[in-house]
């Protein structure tokens, strides 16, 4: 049995999991992120806890073909760099390089989003097609692009930041400086922020009955038939719909896969979105289909596809 390790890096948590030929995760390890401290200490934790997991699984480091890690952030793969980092407060860190050394084995480097599109088209929801296109409808809006069966990179940097481009020129402003990037309409930040408008103006609605952090307010209000709820979901839908055609006109994936909190929804999101996509591509309803699909391995997506970055050129 041949195994591979891949590392979730977050600005909280580092999650590392084994997987086997199989492409299932058979052992993990987490540990604590605290960025704030010296890189060095970070970079021991990480590799710590890729020994824990390793042990766990009852094999060796060199029974592994390989190691890779996924980080957020401005990432050079071939460089093995993570250029930028906002929550981790990172700049210019050779990650690869610094990892290696611990570990003794080489370490391959992809941005987080772009592992968890490559995990779900490995054995996810994408699994059997060649390409695919994902997004996370979480915090912000990342995105991650497979072509070929590969992680499209982009040949000057890192490509495929999907949650910043402009859905509005001169829209919301977003968290990356610029205004009217598709994060600031289709994040679940923007939904929230989209429902309270809405309760502002129609204070009858049964939307502010739930927590205000609860994004599945719009979705659960509008099942119910509440008609303000109803606005602020089919608005939201345009929104994210807008954007998949975009990606869908320029990178004509077999599937697209939302990910995210936002899509616990369901059916309620993912329906509707098929619909509009199907309405507004190009060429309409005589396009071939491509289908949008709920990703299927939440976390674990960017574990499997950081432990599968071997794969990459």
């Known amino acids: 049995m041949e195994y591979r390790v891949g590392i979730d890096l977050g600005g909280t948590n580092v999650a590392v999991g084994v997987v086997n030929g199989n492409m299932e995760i058979v052992a993990r390890a987490t540990v604590k992120t605290r960025p704030q401290r010296m890189l060095d200490d970070v970079i021991y934790d990480i590799a710590c806890c890729v020994k824990e997991a390793v042990k766990k699984a009852g094999i060796t480091l060199q029974d592994c073909i ?7 952030g401005y990432c050079l793969a071939r460089q093995g ?3 930028y980092a906002n929550n981790l407060g990172w700049k210019n860190v050779p990650l690869c390089e610094e ?6 084995v080489p370490v391959r480097l992809s941005n987080d989003a772009n592992c968890a599109a490559l995990g779900e088209v490995i054995a996810g929801a994408a699994k059997g097609a060649k390409s695919a296109v994902m997004i996370t409808l979480g915090t912000g809006v990342g995105g991650g692009v497979v072509l070929n069966g590969k992680v499209y990179e982009g040949d000057l940097g890192p490509g495929t930041e999907l949650g910043h481009t402009t ?15 598709l994060e600031a309409y289709a994040s679940a930040t923007a939904l929230l922020r989209q429902r309270h408008a809405a309760e ?40 994210v719909g807008a954007g998949l055609v975009n990606f869908i006109n320029i990178f004509a994936p077999e599937v697209v896969l939302i990910g995210g909190g936002v899509s616990n929804a369901g059916e309620a999101l993912i329906g509707p979105l098929n ?3 199907r309405q507004n591509r190009y060429g309409g309803r005589r396009s071939p289909t491509c289908e949008v699909r709920r990703a299927a391995l939440g976390g674990d997506a960017g574990i499997i596809g950081a432990a599968y970055l071997d794969r990459e050129p």
Request: glycine content about 14%.
């Open 167 to 181: 859905l509005i020129f001169g829209g919301e402003p977003c968290t990356c400086g610029q205004r009217g990037c």
């Open 81 to 83: 760099m993570v250029v």
């Open 275 to 277: 619909e509009y996509v």
């Open 200 to 239: 502002l103006a129609h204070p009858e609605t049964a939307m502010k009955h739930f927590d205000p952090a609860d994004g599945s307010a719009p979705f659960v209000c509008a099942g119910e038939g509440d008609e303000t709820a109803k606005a602020v979901v089919e608005q939201y839908i345009t929104y």
């Open 99 to 104: 990892l290696q050394q611990e570990l003794g």
């Open 66 to 72: 390989s190691v890779g890690i996924g980080a957020p």
